[in-house]
């Protein structure tokens, strides 16, 4: 039996496509860390996911002038997708999971906004009156019941109400990404859609804070992380450029590439090491480190997640391989 062109192609594409992947969840998945220490040394939010949208916008910006090609009648034609993309999907989605990691631990609030797909499923269902398949109601229940150990209620132990809601905004604006991403009808790029989309993400964000609707104010003070025992202290501009080139700029070039190797299913499962990325840098640059009960609970929303996401219909699952996993990521 010959091994088909195809069948090379497709292992040499998984091959490549599984380390390209990985390293987009643990890029993605350092930026609320590093946002922390900045929101630590007096930043607001607003200032640290302005810079960083901004910063990954530049970055991108001559990346997404070639995938155009001349072709600017595409952006034209998609000024409404791309408006709500940048707006929401983008500005929005990141400006929350920032006001949530002010207030409580980066991975348990990126565990919230990473019930994304159970919101899609429900949104599914009531707009489309797709019904969902009993493995993702059973997958969603299992989330939801780790939700509840994870956010350790049952111990007594207060909530910070405030950052479980931004925490589920954030959750808002990642399932919208999906919906919107979802679009194959529009002829463009996932470079370009990526690109212009932070760029009226930083415009707006920027447009917001100039009129006093986002509270943004900075500093040029060091910044101190806690590693391992000790702490250390970095230049303001090394957390800046961490989360603007490596966290954004890099981890969407990182996931685009894989995912037209892998196709958006299996791009997607393993974007979940996104969160296993940011238990890490929280506990590495941060010393958060959840307990057992919260550990269990992480566990099962993971679980509950991967449920919902193999309860998807197959067509819906494999529509568009061009669709990257869920930024953050924040």
Known sequence: ????????????????????????????????????????AGWTPGAAVTVRIWVASLVLLVPTIIALRGCWRLLRRNIGLIAAYGLLAVAATQL?????????????ALL??????????????????????????????VAFVGLVLMLDVLSGRSVDVDGVLWAFGAMVGAAAYFLLSGKSDTGLPPIVLAGSGLIVGAVGLTVAGLIGILPIAWNTDDVTYRFGPGYWSAPWFV????????????????????????????????????????????????????NVLQAVGAGLVLVGVVLVKLGEPVAAAGADPLVPPIPNGP
């Open 1 to 40: 039996m010959t091994t088909s062109a195809d069948d090379v192609h497709a292992r040499s594409g998984l091959r490549l496509g599984l380390p390209l992947a990985i390293g987009a969840a643990f890029a993605f998945g350092m930026s609320g860390a590093w946002a922390r220490g900045l929101i630590d």
């Open 96 to 108: 929350f999971y920032f006001q949530a990691v002010a207030v409580m631990d980066v991975g348990l």
């Open 112 to 141: 919230i906004e990473y019930t994304a797909p159970i919101a899609v499923v429900l949104w599914l269902w009531m707009r489309r009156g797709e019904k969902p398949t009993s493995r993702s109601i059973f997958g969603a229940a």
């Open 239 to 290: 957390p800046v450029l961490a989360i603007g080139i490596i966290a954004t700029a890099l981890a969407y070039v990182l996931g685009i590439t894989s995912t037209r190797m892998l196709g958006s299913r299996l791009a997607s499962f393993l974007a979940l090491a996104e969160v296993i990325a940011a238990l890490l840098f929280g506990w590495m640059l941060l010393g958060q480190l959840p």
